[in-house]
Nanobody, 124 residues
Framework: QVQLVESGGGSVQAGGSLRLSCVVS????????VGWFRQAPGKERDGVAS????????YYADTVAGRFTISQDSAKNTVYLQMNSLAPEDTAIYYC?????????????????WGQGTQVTVSL
């Protein structure tokens, strides 16, 4: 059974940094796309960044490009999201998701497996 477990969320002041981790288990890690999404209260779930775990190609939303970096450690079956220069508008629940059928990027509906989410709160 596929499982995704996120960690690393928390509260930080504007301008600060956080690193989220997503441990993926239960399938052939190297053949998939893993993405980070976020959902703020009252808003839709939006894509943040994704990575093709086979060749490490990465994709970013315009709102985070240059501030966030997605990476992977295949030996640990873990995908990371390094978030720098955080701003209050980055406040949301961050979810890790995995897509087994094809490469990145893709809308949320195309991801079959999801983690439970981790809260990120950025204050002024």
């Amino acid at each position: 059974q596929v499982q995704l477990v996120e960690s690393g969320g928390g509260s930080v002041q504007a301008g600060g940094s956080l690193r989220l981790s997503c441990v993926v288990s239960g399938y052939r890690f190297s053949m998939n796309c893993v993405g980070w999404f976020r959902q703020a209260p009252g808003k839709e779930r939006d894509g943040v960044a994704s990575i093709d775990t086979g060749d490490s190609s990465t994709y970013y939303a315009d709102t985070v490009a240059g501030r966030f970096t997605i990476s992977q450690d295949s030996a640990k079956n873990t995908v990371y999201l390094q978030m720098n220069s955080l701003a209050p508008e980055d406040t949301a629940i961050y979810y890790c998701a995995a897509r087994t059928s094809a490469r990145c990027p893709a809308p949320p509906a195309y991801f079959e497996y999801w983690g439970q989410g981790t809260q990120v709160t950025v204050s002024l």
